[in-house]
């Protein structure tokens, strides 16, 4: 059984930023896809950014690139999603993910394993 714990969520200013961090437990990461995805209140969850299991390749949505990193610690079992120039439209809950069966994908459906989600709030 895989448990993925998320952390570093919270409440921010506009323009600030803030680190997500997410654990994995019981089987190891280091072989398979992780990414966040996030869900805002009455939306539907959406892919924010992947990364493959050796950290080599890195996606993004449209809406974060150039201001958020996905990147990945394999001896710590922990990727992180680094967050700059935070906007209000970022506030959302934001999940972590696991794709036990993909090196590297970007597609929801291929996510097996989830965390329970970390509430992000960016105020103006």
């Known amino acids: 059984q895989v448990q993925l714990i998320e952390s570093g969520g919270g409440l921010v200013q506009t323009g600030g930023s803030m680190r997500l961090s997410c654990v994995a437990s019981?089987?190891?990461?280091?072989?398979?896809?992780m990414a966040w995805f996030r869900q805002a209140p009455g939306k539907e969850r959406e892919f924010v950014a992947a990364i493959s299991w050796s950290g080599d390749i890195t996606d993004y949505s449209d809406s974060v690139k150039g201001r958020f990193t996905i990147s990945r610690d394999n001896a710590k079992n922990t990727v992180y999603l680094q967050m700059n120039s935070l906007k209000a439209e970022d506030t959302a809950a934001y999940f972590c993910?696991?794709?036990?069966?993909?090196?590297?994908?970007?597609?929801?459906?291929?996510?097996?394993?989830w965390g329970q989600g970390t509430q992000v709030t960016v105020s103006s």
């Open positions: 019981g089987r190891s990461s280091n072989n398979y896809a």
């Open positions: 993910a696991g794709a036990p069966d993909y090196g590297y994908t970007i597609v929801l459906s291929s996510y097996d394993y």
